[in-house]
């Protein structure tokens, strides 16, 4: 079906969907109050734009999960969240990688690469609470959880390029005093050791205008990935023993169990005062520190090692820890006019990890091969120290206008260093170098942003709204860059991470610009509304964090380096860098909707959908050097995303409730991009580079998701209640990479069911619950293509694999109120 027709027959299906429920409307008006009193329990407020409404009354195709869903659902993190949100999918590669959020199939990354863990993919900016911050939180204590789909660069900052997502935690309240303790046990089908989670949550009036709240939890994930290729001794020990002969895989490895563990605390403590009526101001400091055994990555498919479905291709441990911390504070004053928020935060993010490096090292034929018992390591330090300040003032007063204004301010200064060990190797070479150190890289950037935003909206009827607004930019990115080879300088000495953190930028990049947004809806009747949007989203550039190459030289190796615009590299005067491999410039989003939002049966079942089309201009695409093929980010030219989104909800009686969502998405280029795909030219690991084409499907997002939970409750004597709960989710294929190109892996469709029980006693409850409860074997990104499976004199590259999502989990958790 061509695309003209596709968007013809989504548009018809649609306008004949509205139309349907326009013409069937119930007669008569509905009574409010009573109405009111029946959805009073599950009525989720939102502030998505900047006031107080329901999520029907928001013409935005908004999707919130209150605290009783969150509960109800068993929802731990953000992954499972999204599983039921339409349009949105997340790529679960487990604790050690992050995992990256893909909006309405924006996205052209290769979804199993990468290792980061502050950005959640870029396409997404993260609030908690009134604080852009990216960080993958535990859900203890929250009020709700916003998704907003569609860019969002009006009310939004940076990184809103396909949606928003925001936290919202529970404030202290001076009315309510509690305590209240959870437990969880659970063992996974692949696990040989049971994982728990404990926390409390409490709040304390101080005063009458003076409360404070906190909460705290520890959770020891024991992880179900195994090890079993990991090395006795690194750089003594051979990585690939004859695996016929247990007598030679005993004497050179250290099989290990459940490696992908993962043992996290986090907290949060708030304290808020209202001096007078008109004035409220929050302070909260949150914590969260996840220590990572390793990663859920299976070499299942490797022909090179035989390892089974839950068993990683590691030749040595790879942990890694990841903190994120933030002081916030939002002051509330009630103006009368309008409503005026400061929002204040200052937060901390920094990762220390370790990582198998032999793969890379061995496929680069740099004669590290020859060596017969090569391991190689790379130990990886990070830290991010951001400033956030808003202002706004939101309009109070009656009558058709309404109004917002503010202004952003944020710097940030993140600073790395990658340190590469090979042991024994220098010796082994040569080299004098005691430390093993081989390689270090070093980087820092140095962003500042700041904007004006505001938005005007105008009642023309009492059923008919219109609202216009825009955002002004202006952002500088400086950046420094080194990298060295200390087998080749004795005398080298790594820098601190302090040292690295004070270095001088030397690179730079500036822009500005202007966001617009228009929306229009429309009040068919007091349950049905339609709108229409269009909005812009925006993404900075950064640095590739890579030292710019030296001017060509015949006789001498490149290395490990970027080029600049123009920059020769070969013997040929053609041989020249066609863009900057240092560094990437901005990209954009612009997105055409249009949804409805309805209720029926006296508001005990909503419908909600949504059409839109994205166009996606100078995207940002993962790439590779010229030289010793480092991934890198560049711009193509353009992209396109087109889809639907529909919800549901309904109460069928008091006793049973079925939630429901379904969404469309085609994602794709639409022009050329040259050399795009790094693939391989066997035999040895010659890189070669396919082209992107027009018309390829964009990776990571599937065309086909839907989702649906049931709740079924029984009341028992005593004010007791039972319920029994039941989710699914399911997604089509996915592909890895654009176009399924580069002898990429396509991952096949699943689903995955939740089951629980629950009792009710009042004062506490208990919770029997079944994750995945057919035992699914879930593939959700891959490292690699199977073509870098070779075997160099002896030395087995093992970098193709899956990452694999939590196979059936069986568990029971508590929770007591105390006071």
């Given amino acids: 079906m061509s695309k003209r027709k596709m968007i013809l027959k989504s548009s018809s299906a649609?306008?004949?969907?509205?139309?349907?429920?326009?013409?069937?409307?119930?007669?008569?008006?509905?009574e409010v109050a009573a109405e009111e009193d029946k959805l009073v329990s599950d009525t989720i407020i939102v502030t998505a734009t900047r006031r107080n409404e329901t999520v029907q009354d928001v013409p935005l195709n908004i999707a919130a999960l209150g605290e009783a869903q969150i509960e109800e659902q068993g929802l731990a993190e953000l992954s499972d969240v999204l599983a039921y949100v339409p349009g949105i999918n997340i790529v679960d590669r487990g604790g050690r990688q992050g995992n990256p959020i893909i909006v309405r199939g924006l996205n052209a990354d290769p979804i199993g690469s990468g290792d980061g863990n502050n950005d959640g993919g870029g396409t997404v900016a993260t609030y908690l609470g009134e604080i852009p911050l990216f960080v993958d939180l535990k859900l203890n204590d929250m009020q709700r959880v916003e998704v907003l789909l569609g860019p969002q660069g009006t009310l939004y900052g940076a990184g809103t390029l396909g949606g928003a997502i925001r936290y919202i935690p529970n404030r202290p309240d001076f009315d309510d005093e509690f305590l209240s303790v959870r437990a969880d046990t659970y063992q996974y089908s692949e696990a040989d050791s049971l994982s728990h989670d404990v926390g409390f949550t409490f709040n304390m009036p101080i005063a009458d205008n003076f409360a404070v709240r906190g909460s705290l939890d520890v959770s020891n994930d024991s992880g179900y990935m195994d090890a079993p290729f990991?090395?006795?001794?690194?750089?003594?020990?051979?990585?690939?023993?004859d695996f016929t002969d247990p007598a030679d895989v005993a004497a050179n490895l250290n099989p290990q169990t459940d490696v992908n563990s993962e043992e996290t605390i986090s907290g949060r403590l708030a304290a808020r005062w209202q001096p007078v009526e008109w004035l409220d101001a929050n302070l909260t400091y949150y914590y969260q520190e996840s220590d990572i055994g390793g990663r859920s990555t299976s070499a299942a498919r490797s022909t090179v090692v035989p390892a089974g479905k839950y068993d990683v291709a590691s030749r040595v441990e790879e942990p890694n820890t990841i903190t994120n911390e933030l002081f916030a504070l939002e002051v509330i004053a009630d103006l009368g006019f309008a409503e005026l928020t400061s929002a204040t935060g200052k937060s901390k993010f920094a990762d220390d990890g370790q990582r198998d490096q032999t793969n890379l090292l061995i496929s680069l034929e740099y004669s590290y091969e020859t060596f017969p018992t090569f391991t190689a390591f790379t130990h990886e330090v990070g830290e991010t120290d951001t400033f956030n300040q808003e202002i706004r003032l939101v309009?109070?007063?009656?009558?058709?206008?309404?109004?917002?204004?503010?202004?952003?301010?944020?710097?940030?200064?993140?600073y790395a260093f990658s340190a590469e060990f090979t042991p024994g190797y220098a010796d082994f070479a040569g080299f004098d170098r005691s430390d093993n150190l081989e390689y270090f890289s070093q980087s820092r950037t140095e962003l500042v942003e700041s904007a004006f935003f505001g938005e005007i909206g105008y009642d023309l009827t009492e059923r008919l709204s219109v609202t216009v607004g825009g955002r002004y930019y202006d952002y500088e990115l400086k950046s420094f860059s080194a990298v060295d080879f200390p087998l080749f300088d004795p005398d080298f000495v790594a820098p601190t991470i302090d040292e690295i953190g004070s270095a001088t930028t030397e690179l730079s990049q500036a822009d500005d610009g202007f966001l617009y947004k228009f929306n229009v809806s429309y009040d068919i009747s007091d349950d049905i509304m339609i709108y229409g949007t269009v909005s812009e989203g925006y993404r900075i550039g950064d640095s590739n964090g890579i030292g710019q190459c030296d001017v060509y030289d015949p006789e001498a190796s490149q290395g490990a380096c970027a080029l600049a615009p123009g920059q020769q590299y070969g013997p040929n005067p053609d041989d020249i860098a066609l863009f900057d491999e240092r560094e990437y410039g901005p990209d954009q989003t612009t997105n055409y909707e249009l949804g409805l939002k309805s209720a029926w049966l006296d508001g005990d079942l909503t419908l909600n959908g949504a059409l839109y089309f994205v166009e996606w201009t100078d995207p940002q695409l993962s790439s590779a050097t010229v030289n010793a093929s480092i991934p890198i980010t560049i711009n193509a030219q353009g992209a396109e995303s087109l889809g639907t989104e529909l919800s549901g909800d309904w109460r069928v009686s008091d006793a049973f409730r079925v939630r429901g969502s379904y969404s469309y998405t085609q994602s794709e280029l639409t022009s050329d991009v040259p050399s795009l795909i790094r693939t391989i030219t066997p035999p040895g690991f010659g890189s070669a580079f396919e082209d992107g084409k027009a018309g390829d499907r964009l990776p990571g997002s599937p065309e086909h998701q839907f989702s649906v939970f049931g709740s079924y409750g029984v009341e028992l004597s005593g004010g007791r209640d039972l319920a029994f709960n039941l989710?699914?989710?399911w997604q089509s294929d996915v592909l890895t990479r654009t176009g399924a190109r580069g002898s990429s892996l396509t991952l096949d469709s699943f689903g995955v069911a939740n089951a629980s029980a629950v009792y009710d006693a009042g004062p506490w409850s208990a919770t029997l619950y079944v994750n995945n409860l057919l035992d699914e074997y879930v593939?959700?990104?891959?490292?690699?293509?199977?073509?870098?499976?070779?075997?160099?004199?002896?030395?087995s590259v093992r970098s193709f694999g899956t990452h694999i999502a939590p196979p059936r989990a069986i568990g029971l958790r508590f929770k007591w109120d105390i006071g």
């Fill in 14 to 30: 649609f306008a004949l969907l509205a139309s349907g429920l326009v013409l069937s409307q119930p007669a008569g008006a509905q």
């Fill in 230 to 241: 990991i090395v006795q001794t690194i750089g003594a020990s051979n990585p690939d023993p």
């Fill in 395 to 414: 309009s109070q007063t009656d009558g058709p206008f309404n109004w917002i204004v503010g202004g952003f301010y944020n710097k940030q200064d993140a």
């Fill in 727 to 729: 989710g699914y989710a």
């Fill in 779 to 795: 593939e959700t990104g891959a490292v690699s293509t199977s073509l870098s499976n070779q075997i160099v004199l002896g030395s």
